[in-house]
């Protein structure tokens, strides 16, 4: 099936015609905004009590601020709970562990997931008990729901397979596995020494044409790379309906980019802007492009958007600081916890699909959140990397980008900022080319880059790391 238009009436024939998703009673994005509260209220209360009891960093934090949680009766009293930054957890990621006194059979830790790092270096892990990982399965399945995808896909995991746990990897085999459809690992990613395991790009293409996938899951810049090597190759993608793209921002001149590179019906592919994060084990997701990215574990995650000067909550499409509390969980129990991006917020049924819950609106060129600490100021000036990235998706031959920042005389803290463009090109005159990204980058930031070109992997080699970093600042 091709998606096409999405209103609540096609959302619901399509979760009736669906055994697995008709049977999921409980399903939290399809109650009533009374029964939604409810369900939150009574499920905040039982995670403050046992974050009192049993967190380290919690029991230490309410009894030091003398924080009286148990008048937390609803979310709308969540101001009573301090925020959590982001360096406590990465700094002591065991305090948030719950320590229970009598661990039961569904409190034994299932998995330990480990954070991308890219915000600090260093990748802090996330534990999971067999409780959080059945619960992590059913958010899997409602998110396939969001996504329209059904039993019989064959999803191909294009997430490298690498030496830390992610949850990039390890929940699109969850996301199948909930679902029933079948899964090919393509383990992608760069051999561990005495472990032959890895496919190549190539090797990897090969595989999913001969299973004609019709779901591909990974990094946004992974998946244009290849899809567009798939074209070169002559590889047979053409059975390609869906592509969900995580860690990475798809604006929509890259999403027209990689349609306009699959074959006959895959050209109309719905391709799905995520965003996922290890805090929430998962992602949320678009019903349709550029509709909002649905929270669709309502019942496990909530989130809200603090003002950066005072944290108090902000109005429903105003844009802050993003900070998500756990309501269900028996392994990590983070509070308020700030995630270190910004973003925007809307509740209640969404105008697409009608479910409820909370879905992450645009509010910043074409992405859902950006790195509050990576919109960076030159010479003065406040300059926004996705309005960058948003201009050079749109520019043909540019393979790999990179912006740098640094003083035009290293020496003289008083000189001029220079922001310097890496990029990696293919395909194209470098002259001609040079000129547009001049051209759109000036117009959309004020700024006139200098351009040096260099190899793709000097920028991104997914072999060896997960995300590639876009910004760097040398000053």
């Not at 995991?157 to 909930?178: C, D, E, K, M, Q």
């Not at 992974?222 to 053409?238: A, C, N």
Request: net charge negative; charged share 25%.
């Amino acid at each position: 099936m091709r998606i096409g238009e999405v209103t609540p009436e096609k959302a619901r024939e399509f979760v009736d015609s669906w055994e697995i998703y008709r049977r999921d009673s409980q399903n939290p994005l399809w109650m009533s905004p009374e029964e939604l509260s409810g369900l939150q209220a009574h499920n905040l209360r039982r995670q403050l009590e046992l974050a009192a009891r049993f967190s380290p960093y919690y029991r230490d934090l309410f009894r030091r601020e003398k924080v009286e949680w148990e008048k937390v009766r609803t979310l709308e009293d969540l101001e009573r709970i301090p925020v959590t930054p982001m360096e406590a957890y990465l700094r002591s990621p065991l305090a948030f562990l719950l320590a229970v006194d009598t661990p039961g059979e569904l409190d034994v830790t299932y998995e330990i997931t480990y954070t991308s790092g890219t915000s600090t270096g260093t990748p802090a892990p996330f534990f999971n008990t067999a409780y959080d990982m059945y619960n992590i399965s059913l958010a899997m399945r409602r998110m396939a729901e969001i996504c329209w995808m059904t039993p019989r896909d064959t999803m191909f995991n294009l997430f490298p397979y690498g030496n830390l746990p992610h949850i990039g990897f390890y929940r699109t085999v969850h996301l199948a596995s909930s679902v029933g459809m079948k899964l090919v690992n393509a383990l992608t990613g760069r051999d561990a020494p005495g472990f032959p395991l890895h496919r190549s790009l190539d090797e990897a293409l090969e595989l999913a044409g001969e299973h004609r996938v019709t779901v591909l899951a990974g990094m946004g810049r992974q998946e244009r790379r290849f899809i567009l090597r798939g074209e070169q190759l002559g590889v047979d993608l053409s059975s390609m309906r869906i592509v969900l793209s995580l860690g990475e921002t798809v604006t929509e001149g890259m999403r027209e980019e990689m349609r306009a590179h699959l074959p006959g019906e895959a050209s109309r592919a719905f391709i799905i802007n995520g965003y996922g994060f290890t805090e929430c084990q998962g992602s949320f997701v678009e019903c349709c492009e550029s509709g909002g990215n649905h929270n669709p574990a309502p019942n496990l995650y909530h989130l809200e958007v603090l003002d950066p000067q005072t944290l108090r909550p902000l109005p429903e499409g105003e844009l802050g600081l993003l900070a998500v509390t756990h309501l269900d969980r028996r392994g990590t129990v983070l509070l308020r916890y700030l995630v270190g991006d910004l973003a925007a917020l809307e509740r209640g049924a969404c105008p697409h699909c009608g479910r409820a819950g909370e879905r992450l609106v645009i509010s910043m060129g074409s992405t859902y959140a950006v790195r509050a600490d990576k919109v960076i100021r030159v010479d003065g000036r406040l300059v926004n990397p996705e309005a960058v990235k948003n201009q050079l998706a749109g520019v043909r031959g540019v393979v790999e980008y990179q912006m740098v920042v640094e003083k035009e005389d290293p020496g003289d803290p008083m000189s001029h900022d220079r922001l310097t463009l890496r990029l990696s090109v293919a395909g194209r005159l470098r002259q001609d080319l040079e000129r547009e990204v001049v051209d759109r980058v000036r117009e959309a930031v004020g700024i006139t880059p200098r351009i040096e070109y260099v190899q793709s992997p000097e920028i991104y080699d997914p072999s060896r790391i997960l995300k590639a970093t876009r910004i760097v600042d040398n000053r």
